[in-house]
C-alpha cells in the first residue's frame, strides 16, 4: 500500500483518541485508505496492547508503504506517560503541536487530508489555547485561498444524505443573536457552495438557510432576526447566482422530502446543526 497517506492528530493522550485510532488501523490496514499518526509512539502502543504493531516512521511517505503491517506512527513523544481519562494543562503544548505537524503535511501537499482525533478543550485552555475548537485553529493554520469567494474556517458536517455548515460553532447559545450577521451568513453560503462544487462534484449546489426563531419568527411575531438578518442575507447570495431558499423553520427542514430539496442547508448556530 504505497497511496498517498491521510495524516492523523493523535488529539488527547489521556482520552479515548488512542483506542480509536489503534480500531481504525485494524479495520483498515488491509483496504485503506492508509494514514499517518502524529503523536506518541507509547500512547497508542499501550492502547494496541502489543508493541509491535507500532511501528515510528519519519516522513508519511513511508507511512503509508508500510500500513499493512503496521500502525506507522511520526513520534513526537510526551514527557511523561498520562493515565487515562486525566487530561492536563501540562501536555496541552504537545496536543497543539501534533495538530500543527499533521496539518503541516497537508498544507505541504505530503498527505491527502487531515484526521483530526478528539482534544480535551479545558486542559488546552487552561494552558493558554486562543481557540474555540479543531475548526477555528485550522482555519489559522490553513492558507487563506485565493482563488474562491468567501473565507473560511467554516464547519461542515456530512453524511451519506446530509450536509450541513454553521455560521456560528462554539458560541454560547445567548451570544447568537449579536453575532449573526447578513454578512456571516453571506461568507458561510459562498464558502459552502464553493466546497459543494470543489470537494463534492455537485455542479449546482442548493442550499437552504435555517431560521433562528421558531417557525423562522413567524412573520416577525416570534423574532425579526429572519426579516432583518437571515432574509437579506438569503438574497444578497441569489443575486450573487447561488441556488439558495430561506430562511425556513429548522422543525421542517429535515425529514427525507425535504433533504431531497438542498444539497446543504446553512445552520446559525451549534445544536441546530448537530
Given at each position: 500500500m504505497t497511496s498517498q497517506a491521510l495524516a492523523v492528530s493523535l488529539g488527547e493522550p489521556s482520552g479515548i483518541g488512542?483506542?480509536?485510532?489503534?480500531?481504525?488501523?485494524?479495520?483498515?490496514?488491509?483496504?485503506?485508505?492508509?494514514f499517518v499518526v502524529v503523536g506518541d509512539l507509547a500512547a497508542l502502543a499501550n492502547a494496541a496492547g502489543d508493541a509491535s504493531l507500532v511501528c515510528a516512521v519519519k516522513d508519511i511517505a513511508r507511512g503509508a508503504a508500510?500500513?499493512?503491517?503496521?500502525?506507522?506512527?511520526?513520534?513526537?513523544?510526551?514527557?511523561?506517560?498520562?493515565a487515562p481519562g486525566a487530561a492536563a494543562a501540562d501536555t496541552a503544548g504537545l496536543v497543539?503541536?501534533?495538530?500543527?505537524v499533521a496539518a503541516g503535511l497537508v498544507i505541504s501537499a505530503k498527505a491527502s487530508a487531515l484526521v483530526t482525533a478528539p482534544i480535551a478543550k479545558a486542559p488546552l485552555y487552561a494552558a493558554g489555547f486562543r481557540?474555540?475548537?479543531?475548526?477555528?485553529?485550522l482555519g489559522e493554520l490553513a492558507p487563506p485561498p485565493n482563488d474562491a469567494p468567501g473565507k473560511g474556517p467554516v464547519m461542515m458536517l456530512?453524511?451519506?444524505?446530509?450536509?450541513?455548515?454553521?455560521?456560528?460553532?462554539?458560541?454560547?447559545?445567548?451570544?447568537?443573536?449579536?453575532?449573526?450577521?447578513?454578512?456571516?451568513?453571506?461568507?458561510?453560503?459562498?464558502?459552502?457552495?464553493?466546497?459543494?462544487?470543489?470537494?463534492?462534484?455537485?455542479?449546482?449546489?442548493r442550499l437552504a438557510v435555517a431560521g433562528l426563531n421558531p417557525h423562522a419568527g413567524e412573520g416577525g411575531t416570534i423574532g425579526r432576526e429572519e426579516i432583518s438578518i437571515v432574509g437579506p442575507a438569503v438574497r444578497a447570495l441569489a443575486e450573487q447566482g447561488i441556488d439558495v431558499t430561506g430562511p425556513h423553520p429548522s422543525d421542517t427542514?429535515?425529514?427525507?422530502?425535504a433533504r431531497a430539496r438542498y444539497d446543504a442547508v446553512l445552520c446559525l448556530y451549534h445544536d441546530q446543526a448537530l
Open positions: 488512542p483506542e480509536i485510532v489503534v480500531k481504525a488501523w485494524r479495520a483498515l490496514r488491509a483496504t485503506g485508505p492508509a508500510i500500513f499493512n503491517d503496521a500502525l506507522p506512527v511520526i513520534d513526537i513523544p510526551l514527557l511523561h506517560p498520562v497543539v503541536r501534533w495538530i500543527e481557540f474555540p475548537g479543531h475548526t477555528e485553529f456530512a453524511t451519506a444524505d446530509l450536509r450541513v455548515s454553521l455560521v456560528t460553532i462554539h458560541e454560547p447559545l445567548a451570544r447568537v443573536p449579536q453575532l449573526l450577521s447578513q454578512e456571516t451568513i453571506i461568507n458561510a453560503g459562498l464558502v459552502t457552495a464553493t466546497a459543494l462544487r470543489r470537494d463534492f462534484g455537485i455542479t449546482h449546489p427542514l429535515f425529514h427525507p422530502e
